[in-house]
């Protein structure tokens, strides 16, 4: 009996924990207290946390990680056994010599094997952007379009961290993914993460949507050091109205130009535009519905989850995840300023019709909260100066900015 | 449908560790494509918005032009001075009982209103008051009926006056 009780205790799980597991347990927690106490991104981290404790679980029959020979995880593999079957005779030729045909009888896997291949195969984030442009409103930014140069300015951080991170040893392909988190676009960070360096997704994801989290406490210091009083008091023209065409316009000029300039981002910007597009022309309710709630959850749901399974302990305790988190602050930081500097460039061409710099930094894309500071920041020095619309332009443009970041990396890097 | 990119037309091939010089150009020929392409989406909405002003001002335009046959004239729409004006109980009641019936969806049920409205009240009663007349009233005063079986009365006749009497 005693031995027959201590030959099950060894196929228990117990067996097989080491010290990095319960490290990771705690880092789950805190992420967890973030994200349930402090309300920052729950619905990304709770997923991601929850996603990081289970990988840390001597599971099965969720999640196959094997360590590859230089030292890394690769998570998310599935076995398929088969076996080959000849060619029908009269089928051959020299065009299908080298095509051999196999008949899968098994194929064997854990559940999020299966289900990380949304982000191995880049299906999760394109999906999601179907939702963020059937959620938003490109409005604020067609009445406004120079807007789009605070957006496209405050994707420097993006550049300037890429070469900090590669002064700190990362390679150009890890250093461009890590850039990434100053564009403050979750789903972008992971598209381009694991196109260029897979290895770093999990950090490079934590940090970026914690950082988004922290975008009331990071932005607000920058945007004061950088303006005046008088800047910050600047009343803006209200927005004029604008038209359900343009805005169908819209949609079809941003695809068109954004995919002849940059390819690599076209699953990106397609799906984006596929999503407004469909909530403008107001005649397909239930797909937008669907865009806006059932699909985006679903896949926020999956992808926060995989990138958490991502996290094993083996490879998230390393000085590369400190160094991608402080680097994250340094790329956040300087897209606000580069946001903020912009807008007071502008103003020094354009005098006439001064833009108030508080809504430089909304130009980092952390769509809305980031307008949000800019609204906030704006009425502690005037009370009824409303910045919250006119952010919204920079906001958005930030979302397509840092797309089209990505589409120049991808372009150059990942081939 | 995958395009192919032809080697010539990748913009830069970085080593894994670039030296500063090479990073440095990297960046800023990226940074220019961001600018190009969202500097090239501003222009064009430009264009489309000045197209589309354009031909709003004419809209506008032919639309405020008199016509040779005034046969069918356009009622003026002059701003309400309400400001003096005392609300007539049956028109506060429907504001109260609309923007309630608004902000419960239904599942509110109006039991009666102070005599002195509380501020809740009031709120809704501005509230009310500026949706309705886009902010170009202002209320002065709210007085209450004297009596309950003044609104009863008012409640009858509303629905009196809102049916055709045979």
């Known amino acids: 009996m005693p031995s027959g009780f201590i030959e099950y205790l060894q196929t228990t799980g117990f067996a097989l924990l080491t010290w990095k597991m319960l490290v990771m347990w705690a880092v789950a927690g805190v992420l967890l207290w973030l994200a349930i106490r402090k309300g920052f991104e729950p619905l990304l981290l709770v997923p991601i946390a929850f996603g990081a404790l289970v990988a840390n679980l001597p599971t099965r029959g969720v999640l196959t990680a094997d360590l590859r020979p230089d030292g890394l995880y690769e998570t998310a593999t599935f076995t398929v056994e088969g076996h080959l079957v000849e060619a029908p005779a009269g089928e051959g030729g020299d065009e299908v010599s080298n095509v051999q045909r196999m008949r899968v009888t098994r194929v064997e896997g854990g559940l999020f094997d299966f289900i990380s291949q949304g982000i191995k195969l880049e299906l999760f984030p394109p999906l999601i952007f179907l939702g963020v442009g059937a959620l938003t409103d490109f409005g604020p930014l067609i009445a406004m379009p120079r807007t789009l140069l605070l957006g496209a300015a405050a994707q420097l951080g993006l550049f300037i961290t890429f070469m900090g991170a590669n002064l700190l040893g990362f390679t150009a392909k890890q250093s461009a993914s890590i850039g990434i988190i100053g564009g403050a676009d979750g789903p972008t960070a992971i598209f381009l993460s694991n196109k260029l360096a897979p290895e770093l997704l999990g950090a490079i994801a934590v940090a970026a949507y914690s950082y988004m989290s922290l975008v009331p406490l990071i932005q607000p210091p920058i945007m004061r050091l950088l303006t005046t009083k008088k800047e910050r008091v600047i009343r803006m023209k209200r927005l004029r109205p604008v038209s359900k065409l343009e805005k169908l316009i819209f949609a079809l000029v941003v695809m068109i130009v954004c995919v002849l300039l940059v390819p690599d981002a076209s699953a990106l910007i397609v799906m984006l535009m596929l999503g407004n597009f469909l909530r403008e022309c107001a005649v397909t309710e239930r797909l937008v519905k669907a865009s806006q709630n059932e699909i985006i959850n679903v896949l926020t749901l999956f992808l926060g989850t995989s990138v958490g399974l991502t996290m094993h302990g083996e490879s998230f305790l390393a000085p590369e995840t400190i160094k991608i988190i402080l680097l994250g602050v340094v790329a956040f930081g300087f897209s606000t300023a580069g946001g903020v500097l912009c807008a007071k460039l502008m103003n020094v061409c354009s005098p006439r019709n001064p833009i108030n710099p508080l809504i430089g930094s909304a130009g980092v894309s952390a769509v809305p909260m980031a307008a949000r500071v800019s609204q906030v920041e704006g009425q502690r020095y005037d009370k009824n100066n409303h910045l919250l619309m006119h952010a919204m332009g920079p906001n958005v443009a930030g979302v397509i900015g840092t797309a089209v970041a990505a589409g120049y990396f991808i372009a150059t890097l990942g081939h | ?166």
């Not at chain 2, 940074?31 to 002003?53: D, N, Y």
């Open chain 2, 1 to 166: 449908m995958t395009a192919i990119i032809p080697d010539h037309l990748v913009l830069a091939v970085l080593p894994e560790y670039p030296p500063v010089a090479e990073s440095i150009a990297y960046q800023l020929s990226g940074l220019l494509v961001v600018l190009l392409a969202l500097g090239g989406i501003w222009l064009m909405l430009e264009t489309i918005g000045a197209l589309f002003r354009r031909s709003d001002g004419e809209a506008k335009s032919r639309a405020a032009a008199p016509t040779d046959s005034p046969s069918v004239v356009e009622p003026r729409i002059e701003p309400v001075d309400v400001a003096n004006e005392p609300i007539s109980p049956s028109l506060t009641h429907a504001l109260i009982a609309g923007t309630v019936h608004a902000a419960f969806q239904g599942r509110a049920r109006i039991m009666g209103v102070a005599a002195v409205p509380s501020p809740e009240v009031q709120a809704i009663i501005a509230a009310a008051v500026h949706s309705i007349f886009d902010g170009r009233a202002r209320i002065v005063a709210v007085k209450p009926l004297n009596t309950d079986t003044s609104w009863a009365r008012e409640g009858r006749r509303d629905i009196f006056v809102s049916h055709r009497v045979r």
